[in-house]
């Protein structure tokens, strides 16, 4: 799967430059994928080989942003080697899939047998937060400072939860406090969520960003911006941002698969 994994990276790239090259290219990887997920079912490989494969084409469907297809291969892979690893592999697709309750028990699985990573397994935090299990996003998000102290997102999704817990005062008291994240426009983000910044102050902020940020700037802006309006109550204004954010600056971060899983959310929502 090693040539398959450079076009992957290769597809990633184009999506900001070129999203129709990138749509076109992406088409046929999946083609491929699919061909070699039904070569190793029909292969006579070992359990443990067969494992590898499923869990290589479980991992090529993520980075395509097909979550549904990419928990099914890695279910594949689990049933011929339970793997953690691989567990926790698809909690993320579970995660992008809006399958929030199956992510964490995937991650607490996977973190069960390897417990040092818990302080960096942000990820568990978010799934917790759409699973409606806040209380426990909040202590992930209080351990995860441990590991990374100067990350807004985490800040903000701490806050996010703990709205939940607290309430709104309490919430922006117990805020984390971060100084020294230097993307675009996360400083903005963090004032946001103390209280000291307006939307408007977020979104002219990522407008800013130059160079490798021009996008990037823009989908946190309207990202966090949308995640704020949700913990302020306003569903509208929360689905506004989310789809500026997803439907029009889509980027190849982590966070727009989530962002995406959530504006699904609200769209089933009608």
């Known amino acids: 799967m090693?040539?398959?994994?450079?076009?992957?990276?290769?597809?990633?790239?184009?999506?900001?430059?070129?999203?129709?090259?990138?749509?076109?290219?992406k088409a046929k990887l999946i083609t491929e994928v699919e061909a070699k997920v039904k070569e190793v079912d029909e292969s006579k490989a070992s359990n443990a080989e067969k494992a590898k494969e499923y869990a290589a084409a479980g991992q090529a469907f993520l980075q395509l942003r097909q979550p549904g297809r990419a928990v099914e291969v890695f279910t594949k892979s689990i049933a011929a080697d339970d793997n953690p690893a691989v567990k926790d592999r698809r909690g993320d697709a579970y995660l992008w899939a809006g399958q929030f309750a199956e992510a964490v028990a995937d991650?607490?699985?996977?973190?069960?047998?390897?417990?040092?990573?818990?302080?960096?397994?942000?990820r568990r935090g978010i799934a917790l937060y759409y699973a409606g299990k806040h209380a426990d996003g909040v202590a992930q998000f209080e351990v995860h400072k441990t590991a990374n102290p100067q990350d807004v997102e985490n800040a903000a999704w701490h806050y996010l939860c703990n709205v939940k817990v607290v309430g709104k005062d309490k919430a922006r008291k117990e805020l984390i406090d971060v100084t020294r994240d230097r993307r675009v426009p996360m400083a903005e983000i963090q004032k946001l969520f103390a209280?000291?910044?307006?939307?408007?102050?977020?979104?002219?902020?990522?407008?800013?960003?130059q160079g490798a940020e021009k996008v990037s700037g823009q989908f946190?802006?309207?990202?966090?911006?949308?995640?704020?309006?949700?913990?302020?109550?306003?569903?509208?204004?929360?689905?506004?941002?989310?789809?500026?954010?997803?439907?029009?600056?889509?980027?190849?971060?982590?966070?727009?698969?989530?962002?995406?899983?959530?504006?699904?959310?609200?769209?089933?929502?009608?």
């Open 195 to 209: 209280g000291t910044l307006k939307p408007e102050d977020v979104l002219a902020a990522g407008e800013k960003a």
């Open 107 to 122: 991650y607490d699985a996977f973190l069960k047998t390897n417990p040092r990573f818990a302080p960096e397994h942000w």
């Open 2 to 25: 090693r040539s398959l994994a450079l076009a992957l990276f290769a597809t990633v790239s184009l999506l900001a430059a070129d999203p129709p090259k990138a749509d076109d290219k």
């Open 220 to 270: 946190y802006a309207h990202l966090y911006v949308g995640l704020w309006y949700e913990a302020e109550g306003d569903a509208a204004k929360a689905k506004e941002h989310l789809t500026t954010a997803v439907e029009k600056y889509e980027v190849p971060d982590y966070m727009w698969d989530v962002g995406n899983a959530h504006l699904k959310m609200l769209k089933a929502k009608k």
